[in-house]
């Protein structure tokens, strides 16, 4: 759909393909950076108890979500829970993180990565862990 509403710049005198896999790469980055910020929002809404306005069918999924989710924070190594703790319950960026730990930012980074990993293993399922910025 894209691409169709873009034909109208398309240059003729270019070659196609690479103009067309150009939106469509462009299009897969802002899918899975626009997943990325939902994902945070949906981990931050989870740890606060208050989902978006979900329908009655919508909040018990949700809270068996957020139980699972937070049963499986709980199976992690307390440098784990800690570090996501920190980064998604707290909101905090990844520099304040890094200050309130005591620890340098790429510390943050890497524990952050390993402690996702970590709760990809215990939940059996992947996360989408784009970010959209490395604050």
């Known amino acids: 759909m894209k691409a169709h509403r873009s034909l109208k710049r398309f240059r003729t005198e270019r070659p196609f393909r690479p103009w067309l896999l150009k939106i469509v790469t462009n299009q897969a980055k802002n899918h899975r950076r626009s997943a990325g910020r939902r994902a945070g929002l949906v981990v931050r809404a989870v740890a606060s108890g208050h989902p ?16 699972t989710l937070l ?12 570090v996501i703790s920190y980064r998604y319950f707290l909101d ?3 520099s304040e ?14 524990r952050l990565s390993r402690a996702l990993e ?14 959209g910025s490395a604050s």
């Open 92 to 94: 905090l960026s990844v």
């Open 52 to 67: 978006p306005e979900p329908g009655p069918d919508e909040r018990v999924i949700a809270d068996d979500d957020r139980q």
């Open 71 to 82: 049963a499986a924070i709980e199976e992690l190594p307390a440098r784990d829970r800690e």
């Open 97 to 110: 993180t890094a200050t309130s730990l005591g620890i340098a930012v790429g510390t943050v980074k890497s």
């Open 118 to 131: 970590r709760l990809e293993a215990v939940l059996g399922e992947p996360l989408d862990r784009s970010e």
